[in-house]
């Protein structure tokens, strides 16, 4: 399968969004995939994911292959699928089908309610924290090889990952948890928060992305191809790797107060339910500012 951007973009404005996705899970035999590690990467994402909720994948325009300067935005589509639907051949297929086409290939780390969209609002659960690690633009990384920068990753004192991705440029340390995240439970999404927060300090030396806190993060596509170097995405394994974890160890691994985050959660909701109440004694003032009928 191969269509340009263009025709997306038209496809899109046209409202064809089940014509799109049917392209993207169309057979492809033309590529093959350099290695087989989807199938791993998918199932720790959503082995835990319901049968009758939704994964997401979604396919982005690599902006680097333009070949004429444009103010058009990043053309982006979402593949959502019911998890009792999805097979590792449709999976490759999406995969294939966005390497032939030049495309970017991510998976979502939260199962989803619907296929109204890949909004917070319409998180469901996960049950892994994925932490982007940029090492290329880390000094410490500079001149070291690929396996060198791999040693030197899991000798940095961050919580050991479950396991290590390499993405073809940098690296993902994903913690798998022993149960789903209720994200739409506040207390559980400010934790997750908390927590990813202290890992992205704890993995600064390897220039941690600062902006993977969102509930529905995207992360690269285990075997898709990452268009800025041509390098495939790959499981780098290593001694101590499966280690599943609960929210519990890993806030005690990184000094965090899980009983002073829940106080602040339940401080800011109290704070929301006050200025809320003060909302409604100002419209009553308003319909009725002289008290009419008051007992």
């Given at each position: 399968m191969f269509i340009s951007?263009?025709?997306?973009?038209?496809?899109s404005k046209e409202k064809r969004y089940e014509d799109i996705k049917n392209l993207f899970l169309t057979p492809n035999t033309k590529i093959t995939l350099p290695n087989d590690s989807y199938i791993q990467f998918y199932n720790l994402i959503h082995d835990k994911t319901p049968l009758n909720r939704y994964v997401c994948f979604s396919v982005f325009e690599n902006l680097a292959s333009r070949e004429t300067p444009s103010n058009e935005p990043e053309y982006v589509f979402n593949i959502i699928i019911k998890k009792s639907d999805v097979t590792y051949d449709m999976i490759a297929n999406i995969i294939k089908n966005s390497i032939e086409c030049g495309m970017k290939c991510y998976i979502s780390t939260a199962s989803l309610r619907n296929t109204t969209g890949r909004k917070?609002?319409?998180?469901?659960a996960s049950s892994v924290i994925v932490i982007d690690l940029d090492v290329y633009n880390?000094?410490?990384?500079?001149?070291?090889?690929?396996k060198n920068t791999e040693l030197k990753?899991?000798?940095?004192?961050?919580?050991?990952?479950?396991?290590?991705?390499?993405?073809?440029?940098g690296y993902n340390a994903v913690y798998k948890l022993d149960k789903s995240m209720n994200l739409s439970l506040q207390e559980v999404v400010e934790r997750r928060k908390a927590i990813i927060t202290a890992l992205i300090s704890a993995w600064s030396d390897a220039c941690a992305d600062s902006h993977c806190t969102d509930v529905t993060r995207l992360t690269r596509m285990q075997s898709s191809i990452n268009p800025k170097t041509g390098n495939a995405?790959?499981?780098v394994r290593f001694d101590k790797e499966g280690k599943v974890y609960t929210l519990e160890e890993l806030e005690n691994l990184l000094g965090l107060d899980k009983q002073a985050t829940i106080m602040d959660i339940e401080k800011t909701e109290k704070v929301k339910r006050e200025k809320t109440e003060v909302k409604k004694e100002q419209a009553i003032q308003y319909a009725n500012p002289f008290g009419f009928g008051k007992i």
């Open positions: 951007i263009s025709e997306l973009r038209q496809m917070g609002a319409n998180a469901y880390s000094p410490t990384f500079a001149w070291l090889d690929k990753l899991l000798q940095l004192g961050a919580p050991i990952p479950t396991y290590l991705y390499y993405t073809g440029r995405a790959d499981i």
